[in-house]
């Protein structure tokens, strides 16, 4: 696990600390401030591999460009790592010697792509013929498949999603035991769906789907019909795809050990940017609750620990009665005399969405249209007598009323404040 980061003369700001939580971190702010950053150098620092590109040191400044980490091992011993960048081979350097293993690490990309370290699998040695560094995912090879240097990595969704359905359904009818990789998707399915009392994630029956394409491809049963999930939303195919990658991830490490002759690993470290990315407000409010649960369930002993960023109040929201002061951390990337400040701020109380998006966090005046809330501003000077920030065209009460009327709803709460004091009847 990882337990705390230190970067120094990279990045968007002269220096981040994160002291992380065991189990859940979120990383929120506004764009272009470090979250994704953030993310990309936690996934390097616990596997060797950079998941897209590597950071590279601030142009300004003289500061020698560091990263720090400490990671705690599956026996609770923890080690600290430093490595400063190489100026003349443009690189950060690897560290040598076996390092504290991470455990089981996925991270899933804003864009549908995914990358997979497998202590089972992958190899902390730059060197080792035998085992890649780490898997990584176009969106395209989710769905498709993976292959590197004539090997077959993975089959990719389509194809497992079907063999694992024809062999589920060969085993019932066998009464054989339903743990298998089929009845976990349907689990996590039915987990993340946004209404599991409809079953919207619920499998259909295989089927082809193209004359250009002899494969046949899962399908969905939503309530008004059955879809194949290559024609699925963004958003579905988002679900789907992080669905499979945990399951196909978990299964693929149990054949591993067990061709090893090892123990299942008992941590998984679960890296996601944007959670809330293609997601109906439904989904948002169910999908990090739901991902925890799931993962833990993937054994009994699974201990996971998930660092994510956010934009959503939402999935904010829904995080309150889950959030454990002991184990979980909010981080807040902010802009503060042009300069870029990581704060880590205690256990978030504002209640519902409306509440975070005028909390400190967001930072929004009003949880309403820009219009709504020049209108609003506007009148509460009316009110007080403060003409001097009253905006040209908003001067008079005539004025400000109609622009009340355009923006605001007739049940409104500021309603009855305006009316009562500014002596204008509704019209």
Same mark, same amino acid.
């Given at each position: 696990?990882?337990?705390?980061?230190?970067?120094? /003369?990279?990045?968007?700001?002269?220096?981040? !600390?994160?002291?992380?939580?065991?189990?859940?971190?979120?990383?929120?702010?506004?764009?272009?401030? /470090?979250?994704?950053?953030?993310?990309?150098?936690?996934?390097?620092?616990?596997?060797?591999?950079?998941?897209?590109?590597?950071?590279?040191?601030?142009?300004?400044?003289?500061?020698?460009?560091?990263?720090?980490? =400490?990671?705690?091992?599956?026996?609770?011993?923890?080690?600290?790592?430093?490595?400063?960048?190489?100026?003349?081979?443009?690189?950060?350097?690897?560290?040598?010697?076996?390092?504290?293993?991470?455990?089981?690490?996925?991270?899933?990309?804003? #864009?549908?792509?995914?990358?997979?370290?497998?202590?089972?699998?992958?190899?902390?040695?730059?060197?080792?013929?035998?085992?890649?560094?780490?898997?990584?995912?176009?969106?395209?090879?989710?769905?498709?498949?993976?292959?590197?240097?004539?090997?077959?990595?993975?089959? /990719?969704?389509?194809?497992?999603?079907?063999?694992?359905?024809?062999?589920?359904?060969?085993?019932?009818?066998?009464?054989?035991?339903?743990?298998?990789?089929?009845?976990?998707?349907?689990?996590?399915?039915?987990?993340?769906?946004?209404?599991?009392?409809?079953?919207?994630?619920?499998?259909?029956?295989?089927?082809?789907?193209?004359?250009? !394409?002899?494969?046949?491809?899962?399908?969905?049963?939503?309530?008004?019909?059955?879809?194949?999930?290559?024609?699925?939303?963004? /958003?579905?195919?988002?679900?789907?795809?992080?669905?499979?990658?945990?399951?196909?991830?978990?299964?693929?490490?149990?054949?591993?050990?067990?061709?090893?002759?090892?123990?299942?690993?008992?941590?998984?470290?679960?890296?996601?940017?944007?959670?809330?990315?293609?997601?109906?407000?439904?989904?948002?409010?169910?999908?990090?609750?739901?991902?925890?649960?799931?993962?833990?369930?993937?054994?009994?002993?699974?201990?996971?620990?998930?660092?994510?960023?956010?934009?959503?109040?939402?999935?904010?929201?829904?995080?309150?009665?889950?959030? #454990?002061?002991? =184990?979980?951390?909010?981080?807040?990337?902010?802009?503060? #005399?042009?300069?870029?400040?990581?704060?880590?701020?205690?256990?978030?109380?504002?209640? #519902?969405?409306?509440?975070?998006?005028?909390?400190?966090?967001?930072?929004?005046?009003?949880?309403?249209?820009? =219009?709504?809330?020049?209108?609003?501003?506007?009148?509460?000077?009316?009110?007080?007598?403060?003409?001097?920030?009253?905006?040209?065209?908003?001067?008079?009460?005539?004025?400000?009323?109609?622009?009340?009327?355009?923006?605001?709803?007739?049940?409104?709460?500021?309603?009855?404040?305006?009316?009562?004091?500014?002596?204008?009847?509704?019209?």
């Amino acid at each position: 696990m990882l337990t705390e980061l230190h970067l120094s /003369g990279i990045g968007p700001a002269p220096r981040f !600390d994160l002291d992380l939580g065991r189990r859940l971190n979120v990383l929120t702010g506004d764009n272009g401030l /470090g979250k994704s950053f953030v993310l990309d150098t936690a996934w390097w620092a616990l596997t060797g591999t950079w998941a897209d590109q590597p950071a590279l040191p601030r142009v300004e400044g003289r500061a020698k460009p560091r990263i720090a980490w =400490e990671l705690e091992s599956k026996n609770g011993r923890r080690s600290r790592t430093e490595v400063e960048f190489d100026f003349r081979n443009q690189s950060w350097p690897w560290r040598t010697g076996r390092p504290p293993l991470p455990g089981l690490t996925l991270y899933v990309g804003v #864009d549908g792509s995914f990358s997979l370290w497998d202590p089972a699998r992958n190899s902390w040695r730059r060197d080792d013929p035998e085992r890649d560094a780490a898997y990584h995912f176009t969106p395209e090879q989710v769905w498709n498949g993976l292959t590197k240097d004539g090997r077959i990595i993975c089959n /990719g969704l389509i194809a497992d999603w079907v063999s694992w359905q024809r062999q589920y359904e060969i085993d019932k009818a066998k009464d054989k035991s339903p743990d298998s990789p089929f009845a976990r998707l349907r689990t996590v399915l039915g987990r993340l769906s946004p209404h599991p009392e409809q079953e919207w994630l619920e499998p259909g029956e295989p089927t082809r789907v193209s004359l250009g !394409d002899v494969r046949e491809h899962p399908t969905l049963q939503f309530p008004y019909g059955t879809v194949p999930a290559v024609a699925a939303s963004a /958003g579905i195919k988002r679900i789907l795809g992080l669905a499979y990658l945990v399951i196909w991830a978990w299964n693929e490490h149990l054949q591993a050990v067990r061709l090893l002759r090892q123990a299942p690993e008992t941590r998984f470290l679960l890296l996601m940017d944007e959670v809330e990315t293609h997601l109906h407000p439904q989904w948002q409010r169910r999908i990090v609750p739901a991902l925890l649960d799931v993962l833990q369930e993937l054994e009994r002993e699974t201990r996971v620990q998930a660092i994510l960023t956010t934009h959503s109040p939402m999935v904010l929201a829904s995080l309150e009665p889950r959030f #454990d002061d002991e =184990e979980d951390r909010l981080f807040l990337f902010e802009l503060h #005399d042009g300069k870029v400040r990581l704060v880590r701020r205690e256990r978030p109380r504002f209640g #519902d969405a409306s509440a975070w998006l005028t909390s400190t966090i967001f930072g929004l005046e009003q949880a309403r249209s820009l =219009e709504a809330e020049r209108a609003i501003r506007a009148a509460n000077a009316f009110m007080r007598g403060d003409k001097a920030q009253l905006p040209a065209e908003l001067k008079t009460r005539a004025q400000i009323h109609q622009a009340l009327r355009a923006s605001l709803a007739p049940g409104d709460e500021f309603w009855p404040r305006w009316i009562g004091r500014s002596g204008t009847k509704r019209k």
